[in-house]
């Protein structure tokens, strides 16, 4: 009996043993994916298709929450990036859209713009670009301090604004350039780039996709969760005359954009995830004493959703073809780290409205509302009522900025002409509501849309009217598609945890991207970045 006993006691030792060397005290490797303009529902409408081991692996081995939102107003690339990562909104964090306007500068600048830099590699043109205008710590900044820069942190994307954002303050990003078709960085970073980078820009890879002609994966007729391919609502290529299968990109190329053609096609992606595989080989992620971090943006969804809309059989080919390079991503991890030796999450920066025109072909409410008119009646009725002069300084990012200079010149008072301007453009039709900057900054709201643009609204940056779109309205032309409002078609994305002590399941509570990046200081044990306001997810910590 005395001899079982110790058996069993070291059968259970031996156990427990193999459990620890199983699930590591700490991931070796965090990969941070956004897939830029993903929609949640995108998960369930290709799904029959999809293989085994991309998404549908991610969902079944992983932790999904289904009603994962953002949680601010305007729904932008910059800003989806800022947020995911610093785990709190443009209001903290400081990137409040791709561009803004700046008053003291009386131009607009570029969420990752900096002047004081030059490019490493790449096109001058392309090389102006840091973090500098992120005003808080990120995820991946907090990882590097917690181990004295230790942790290697490498950011990647076609846009550069995906690949700067997320690396934050201290880590490598290098970004696309449709200039040379090279991957590049910039002086911020770096010196010179990395022996490895320059052995990938020598093979040439994007010139050589560029060479195929983009194709259906499947038949076209299989293709029925997709309108017609040839239709009136998506935007054609320059030199092709409708927006159909095939695409002979080599033909295409002179007339959109060169090299930066790819970022339209599914090659983008493959192209990203080629060199996100070339940065671990080249960086040795993920084989050192302490944690690394990839943080990987796939652009092309974008440009291919903004074209197309999420109704056409471009996008859902797309996404069958990414679902087929997570496959391959995953496979590779597994045979690099072993199964749950790496840690990822998945979301994106942002989703996207159907095309305005085919919903309203559909009967469905929608609009494209003309700003440009909107501006000039904006410029008229101030002008009769407060006299001559330049009274609208910028409409951009559906917020309209006033010349407080010439209001105080005038002995007018600035909260009275907010609320006589958004008074005013109530009348337009697209337009649901407006709001004033005094109301932004004198009254705390706890939900809704005001609760939305409060979070998205900076006090230093943002405009004296904020406009909230009815559902369904974009601000751009007959074609092709957007997004930014803080309704779910723009909101509800991704939140999915899968690999290093990340359990199996799902969860339909309401949770925001803001909730990624603590959920990550728990798991890792390290400090929130600084201006974090969101909470762990406590489905997948306990």
């Known amino acids: 009996m005395k001899r079982y006993s110790l058996l069993v006691f070291i059968t259970s030792l031996l156990f427990t043993g193999l459990q620890a060397q199983q699930t590591p005290e700490k991931p070796k490797l965090v990969v941070g994916i956004i897939v830029d303009q993903m929609r ?37 690339t910059g800003p989806g990036h800022a947020s995911v990562y610093t785990g709190t909104t443009p209001a903290t964090h400081g990137i409040i859209a791709n561009s803004w306007y700046v008053r003291s500068l009386d131009r607009s600048i570029y969420c990752a713009e900096d002047s004081t830099v030059y490019n490493i590699g790449g096109s001058l043109s392309a090389g102006k670009i840091s973090p500098r205008n992120l005003l808080t710590t990120t995820i991946t900044d907090e990882l590097r301090f917690s181990t004295n820069k230790r942790s290697k942190v490498v950011g990647i994307a076609i846009k550069d604004r995906g690949a700067s954002l997320p690396a934050g303050h201290t880590g490598d990003a290098y970004w696309f350039d449709s200039g040379t078709g090279e991957f590049m960085t910039s002086s911020y970073y770096m010196e010179d780039l990395p022996t490895w980078v320059k052995q990938f820009n020598e093979k040439q890879l994007a010139q050589e996709y560029l060479q195929n002609t983009w194709e259906p994966l499947f038949p076209a007729d299989s293709y029925v969760n997709s309108i017609d391919d040839n239709n009136d609502f998506e935007a054609p290529f320059i030199g092709k005359e409708t927006p159909t299968f095939p695409y002979e990109l080599p033909s295409l190329m002179e007339n959109n954009g060169g090299y930066g053609l790819i970022a339209s096609t599914p090659y983008g992606n493959t192209l990203t995830l080629d060199f996100a595989m070339a940065a671990i080989e080249g960086e040795n992620l993920g084989n050192g004493e302490v944690t690394d971090f990839l943080a990987v943006s796939f652009s092309s969804p974008d440009y291919i959703g903004h074209r197309f809309g999420p109704t056409s059989m471009e996008l859902e080919d797309n996404y069958l073809r990414l679902d087929l390079e997570f496959e391959r991503f995953l496979n590779y991890l597994d045979e690099k780290y072993g ?7 998945l979301s994106a920066d942002h989703g996207v409205a159907d095309v305005a025109t085919y919903m309203q072909s559909e009967n469905v409410p929608a609009g494209n509302l003309n700003i440009g008119y909107v501006r000039g009646q904006l410029m ?17 990012n559906e917020q ?5 200079t010439l209001i105080r010149e005038k002995g007018l008072e600035l909260s009275k002409v907010q609320d006589d301007i958004a008074n005013f453009v109530l009348r337009f039709k697209g337009v649901k509501e407006a709001y004033t900057a005094y109301s932004m900054k004198n ?17 230093k940056a943002s405009g004296d009217v904020l406009l909230v779109l009815e559902p369904g309205w974009l601000t751009g032309g007959a074609r092709g598609t957007s997004h930014g409002t803080g309704f779910t078609y723009d909101t509800h994305v991704p939140i999915l945890f899968f690999g290093w002590n990340v359990p199996s399941g799902s969860s339909s509570r309401y949770a925001t991207v803001t909730d990624i990046a603590p959920t990550l200081s728990m798991m890792l044990q390290i400090r929130l970045p600084n201006g974090a306001t969101g909470q762990p997810i406590l489905e997948i910590l306990e």
């Not at 293989?51 to 107003?73: A, C, P, T, V, W």
């Not at 199964?339 to 999450?345: D, E, M, S, T």
């Not at 008229?380 to 951009?396: D, H, L, R």
């Open 443 to 459: 009254a705390e709201f706890e939900s809704g849309r005001p609760h939305l643009l409060q979070m998205g609204y900076n006090h």
């Open 380 to 396: 008229g009725f101030a002008n009769q009522a407060y006299g001559e002069g330049n009274w609208i300084e910028n409409v951009s």
């Open 339 to 345: 199964k749950g030796n790496y840690l990822i999450f």
């Open 40 to 76: 949640q529902d995108y998960l369930y409408k290709f799904a029959d298709r999809y293989s085994d081991g991309g998404f549908k692996r991610l969902m079944r081995e992983g932790f999904m929450m289904k009603n994962g939102h953002y949680n601010y107003i305007p729904t932008y």
């Open 400 to 404: 309209i900025f006033l010349n407080h």
